[in-house]
């Protein structure tokens, strides 16, 4: 068991990044953050003995009955909203606290992200916006429509400093040549949703994004072919506008990273993860639970491979060397024993929050007290 008190941070970095490529990133002022919630008191939570963590970590179930989660981020009023496989959205009121479902019936529901008291949802084809209004959700239409999917769909969102948006569209087949120029890519949208245009392309199925608060800029998990045996590997890369992730012509090798095939133009990966292993969320580390050396770090969620086996199925952490821009990630396992862990958050205290889509739980990891 574990007693503690809880604290609201609501504080963005926006720092920018120098690169000879220009990159999905923006200098403009952050829009004026959301209020924020009142400090909680203390709350138990009680262990999960089930996750195996690094010596002097522990891990706790934060919440559970959440059915396949999918995304997860904390709204304005402090609670917790989630996305369900099964197309619902679900809150979590303070943890350790019982889940409500708020929204469903949507098409697969596979990202979120707020601005001030509005919540919007990639779901399949589309990206729909809520309104936060007496605690429950309100509105459902779409701002944008007519998104190409197939054998995958539009995954991810994440904001931009600037207030724009980044989305990844993963491809209709396995190896194809896309009718749609938007399969396959991350893409950016303006803050009215206005389409900005392709930033990475050749990403097959481009699930993770998030925002490194140390630069302003945004990195991007990419799942490799189903159909090369051992290879290729799942990799992580920086986005930058104009880049080639390769697919379906040039893929990455594990463990070294080289890239294989026809690959003229392609972005040599930043890191590499076990092939098939679906390395899928990702958040970098800027929170005030975990020791100073944790800090500017990529947590990445492995789901496991689609064909079942013991692949995958853990949390890696990637620590970067070199400058930003110009740097390499060195993975290790930071925590296993998960079902299949898909979303990762930074949680209000600022230990590290991972949603376990094979069994609905929320599992939190921080330093054993």
Known sequence: MRDRTWA??????????ASSHPQATASAPPPTPSPAASPRGPITLAGDPSIHVMPGFAAWVYASGLPQPTAMA???DGRLYVTGADGSIWVVPAPGA??????????TALG?????????????????????????????????????????????LIRLPNGDFLLGIGSTCDVCS?????SATVVRFHADWSFAGVVLRGARNPYGLAVRPATGTAYVTINGQDNLGSQPADHLLQVVDGEDAGW????????DGGLHG??????PPLA???????????????????????????????????????????VIRVVFTGSPGHDQGVTGDFATGFVHPLPIAIAQNGDLLIGDYGNGTLVEIGPAS
Request: with cysteine.
């Open 8 to 17: 609201v941070i609501a504080a963005v970095v926006l720092v920018a990044c």
């Open 248 to 255: 379906p012509r040039c893929w990455p090798s594990f463990p």
């Open 74 to 76: 904390f709204g304005p």
């Open 112 to 156: 979120l992200a707020w601005r001030d008291q509005d919540l919007f949802v990639s779901v399949r084809g589309s990206i729909r916006v809520y309104h936060l209004q007496d605690g429950g959700l309100a509105g459902g239409s779409a701002v944008v429509s007519g998104l190409p999917n197939g054998r995958h769909q539009n995954d991810n």
């Open 262 to 267: 026809s690959c003229a133009g392609v972005a």
């Open 272 to 314: 590499v993860f076990a092939p098939h292993s679906s390395a899928n969320g990702m958040v970098f580390y800027d929170g005030g639970s975990l020791a100073a050396e944790y800090q500017d770090n990529a947590f990445v969620t492995e789901w496991g491979a689609n064909a079942g086996g013991s692949v995958g199925r853990r």
């Open 178 to 182: 896309e009718a749609d120029p938007r």
């Open 98 to 107: 019982a889940v409500s479902r708020l929204v469903s019936g949507l098409p």
